[in-house]
C-alpha cells in the first residue's frame, strides 16, 4: 500500500481550482485611495459584455465578457448579482456594461447597464414600480 498516491493528488487538485476561472491575480499593490474603504478591500472593475443568461431566483447572471483588464482574460461566466433588482430589465442577449466589486475574492456585480438591448415589441414607459397600466379612458 502506498499513501504517496494521496499526497500528489492534492497540488494537482489545487492546480485544477486555480485554473478555473482564468487567472484571477492577488490584489495589486494598495494605492493612495484606500482611505474610504476602511474594512476589506474592494477593488471595482469594468466590464463590457453580452447576457448570455439571466436567473432572477439565484441573484445570478451569465455574461459573455469582454477582457477585464487587470483581473481576467474575456470568457463567459455566471456573475453573483448584488441585488436582484439590476436584473429586472436585463435580457438574454442585451449588450450591458457592468461593475464588478471583488472584495476577498468574492466577485459580485453591483451595477449593470444596457447599452443595448435586443428587439422589444414596445416601448414600455417609464412608470412608478407595480403601477398597473392606466386605465383607457371611457368614452
Ligand atoms: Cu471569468
Known sequence: MSTHTV???IPFAALLVAGACGSAPEAPP???ESSAAAEAQTQRFDIRAEVVGVAPE???????HEEIV??????????TVEDQ????DIELGD?????LAVTDGEAV????DKVEQVERPEPVPAQPEGTAPPDPPSA
Open 109 to 112: 456585480v453591483v451595477q449593470l
Open 58 to 64: 439565484r441573484r445570478e447572471v451569465v455574461l459573455d
Open 70 to 79: 487587470g483581473y481576467m482574460a474575456a470568457m463567459a461566466m455566471p456573475f
Open 30 to 32: 494598495e494605492s493612495a
Open 7 to 9: 499526497t500528489i493528488a
Open 85 to 88: 433588482s439590476l436584473l429586472e
Open 95 to 99: 449588450r450591458v456594461t457592468a461593475v
